[in-house]
């Protein structure tokens, strides 16, 4: 089977690339920005196409005589207008699924997807499900939970002062995802997906709260950590201080706010997949190297 994956070397992208390349039923092309990220997938057989994923030549020259595509749009902490950023992607793929009807998608989305509004950054990728679904017939929707790796961004914070800063109450609770659960889904679907429309709800094996994630954190990495609950306007102020845009600050700060009243917790997708890596388990293998190598470059 011939896949085509975005994002090779991102979090979720550079996984499902490695199991991928490991599965003798798949051919990969991967549409890389920069190809220097991933002369080690080269090495080990994948195809490379230099390019953007708004240019439709290098989309178009990615997908040619592609079975299946990974479309996943990665983070940008620049942008003026984020909903508008995540419209661009994708009537960039839509158009390329009306010039190739006959190839599957399998789309990364996120948990709350399904709502048009009060979901931060995921209004974005409601747009982008609505625009796959009018585009193509094979369109299958990731809609994964909270990342257990969106607690690394804490790392200069957990360093210098022992805690975790949100908007939302250290009691509120998400069945987080790790990374390498999403990739893990992502490849099953890319290579056995059903036809027609799908939306697949992506969660882990735990509902842990963000109190517990603090403390599992600090006993991995030997110091306590404590979640801290701010108001919305100190993070929002602290998010843009940190060199994230106003209107992307404002909307992640939606997003720990529609978290914190229960807005994410509901799976309406008509597939489901469970993750295996706890957050403990994560805490162990992700986190503690991650912090180390923090405190011994700081």
Known sequence: MKIAITTPSG?????????????????????????????????????????DQLDPAAIDKAIDGADVLFWAVGMDYTPANVRARYNQFADAVSDALRRHPQLRIVHLSSVGAQLRAGTGPIKGLHDAEQKLIAAGNDVIHLRANYFMENVLSSLPTIASDGSIYAAMPGSATSEQVATA????????????????????????????????????????????V?????????????????????????????????????????????????????????????????????????
């Open 226 to 298: 404590r979640h801290v609950q701010v108001p919305p306007d100190a993070l929002k102020s602290a998010l843009t201080s940190a060199g994230i845009s106003t209107d992307l600050a404002g909307e992640l700060v939606e997003l720990q706010q529609a978290m914190a009243d229960g807005r994410l917790r509901e799976q309406v997708g008509d597939l489901r997949w469970k993750g295996k890596v706890t957050f403990a388990q994560f805490a162990q293998e992700v986190m503690k190297p991650a912090y180390r190598q923090a405190t011994a470059a700081a």
């Open 181 to 224: 659960d999403i990739a893990e889904a992502a490849a099953h679907y890319l290579l056995r997906g059903p036809r027609g429309h799908h939306a697949v709800d992506i969660f882990g094996p735990e509902n842990i709260s963000f109190d517990q994630v603090a403390a599992t954190t600090g006993e991995a990495i030997g110091k306590p």
């Open 11 to 51: 979090n979720i992208g550079s996984k499902l690339a490695d199991i991928l390349l490991n599965n003798k039923e798949a051919q990969v092309t991967v549409l890389a920005r920069t190809p220097g990220k991933v002369e080690h997938l080269a090495a080990r057989g994948a195809r490379v196409v230099a390019g």
